[in-house]
């Protein structure tokens, strides 16, 4: 499938098995001689990827969260000047969410632009992360504070190197399927998933590793639904900030906890609730439709309310340096009948500082 952004095209496969390097060049015209490829030290299937081009210049970026960062950039930056990447040389990035950030930022600024393909290998950059172009790295303590839009010329999503991700990658992008299922009305999809298994703890890779048809019928919906948002909408002027459900609440508590000490995903779930209590508070999310979404997050296990102490004025804060905030005012998205709405909000309201402290306790 293909989605137009702007300016930028870009191609999505959806395939059983990961890409060999002979399948990507074909596909995408590359000059083998130009081209870096870019990948975390626990990323597998890079040598499958490879296959014969042992001597595929190949730059290694540290793991986690804690990484999204600009010397992880300059890393890349250097990998590719010493590689003598041409301004029409290619950036291939294997991984996950942190990776495609990186890799589509730095291919964003060197030599004023070059083509950045990728592999997604992650739930969480399969469903949310590698379609759309935003990328970016944290800085100042802030999380994704620079960044650019920069779509991807082809993303690729294998279904293989799912059965790679420990538990906890699993629960961080289930949760970002969670939140568009909401968005994009296929809620009741997800409730049926979560009845077909036990009325203990629910293990989504033992469920979806018997069911991965089923896994990427969703992950499809997903990626159709955010291209969708982002074809009308790339620079999120607008409607694409629907896209952040919950993040606004997740950005401040990985930024107040420290980058890195919890998943991304685990903090949407947590960020979704305090949204919805949020929407219920201002007449907005109907309490039929906020007690489902929440029932749903603590069906699959996830935090309502969060078991670390977290000042309130550091959260709010971090709150107050959103990048979707303006004229002063506060951008949160809150669920309504069937999707959601985005409302602006004074920093000081009571309605919301009564939640953030509900949610803090």
Not at 94 to 116: M, N, P, Q, T
Not at 134 to 139: A, M, P, Q, S
Request: net charge neutral.
């Amino acid at each position: 499938m293909q989605f137009i952004f702007d300016n930028f095209k870009t191609n999505v496969y959806f395939s059983r098995k990961i890409p060999d390097f002979q399948q990507i060049s074909a596909e995408n015209n590359i000059n083998t001689h130009n081209i870096l490829l870019i990948a975390d030290e626990n990323t597998k299937y890079i040598a499958d990827l490879i296959g014969k081009n042992e001597n595929l210049p190949l730059c290694l970026i540290k793991s986690g969260e804690e990484n999204k960062n600009w010397l992880s950039i300059e890393t890349i930056l250097t990998a590719a000047n010493n590689a003598n990447l041409n301004r029409d040389g290619v950036f291939l990035a294997v991984g996950g969410g942190v990776i495609g950030d990186l890799a589509g930022f730095a291919a964003s600024i060197y030599k004023r632009g070059c083509r950045f393909i990728l592999v997604s290998t992650t739930l969480l950059g399969m469903v949310d992360a590698s379609l759309g172009g935003k990328t970016g790295f944290d800085l100042f303590g802030i999380k994704n504070l620079a960044g650019t839009f920069y779509p991807a010329s082809t993303v690729y999503i294998p279904q293989e190197t799912l059965s790679t991700l420990p538990k906890k990658e699993w629960k961080s992008g289930f949760a970002e399927l969670i939140k568009t299922a909401i968005l994009a009305d296929f809620l009741e999809e997800i409730k049926a998933i979560r009845e077909q298994g036990t009325k203990e703890k629910f293990d989504l890779c033992s469920f979806f590793s018997a069911n991965y048809s089923l896994l990427f019928d969703l992950i499809e919906k997903a990626v159709v639904f955010k291209g969708s948002i982002v074809s009308e909408d790339m620079r999120e002027a607008g409607k694409r900030k629907l896209l952040n459900l919950g993040h606004t609440f997740a950005h401040a508590l990985e930024s107040v906890l420290g980058l890195g000490t919890i998943s991304h995903g685990e903090a949407v779930a947590w960020g979704m609730v305090l949204s919805c209590e949020l929407g219920v508070a201002l007449g907005i999310t109907p309490n039929e439709r906020a007690e489902k979404i929440i029932n749903l997050i603590n069906y699959f296990g996830y935090e309502n309310t969060f078991p670390f102490a977290v000042k309130k004025d550091a959260f709010l804060n971090f709150i107050k340096s959103d990048k979707k905030n303006k004229n002063g005012k506060l951008t949160f998205i809150v669920p309504n009948n069937d999707s959601a709405h985005i409302i602006e909000i004074e920093s000081g309201d009571i309605i919301l500082e009564k939640i953030i402290l509900k949610g803090l306790i």
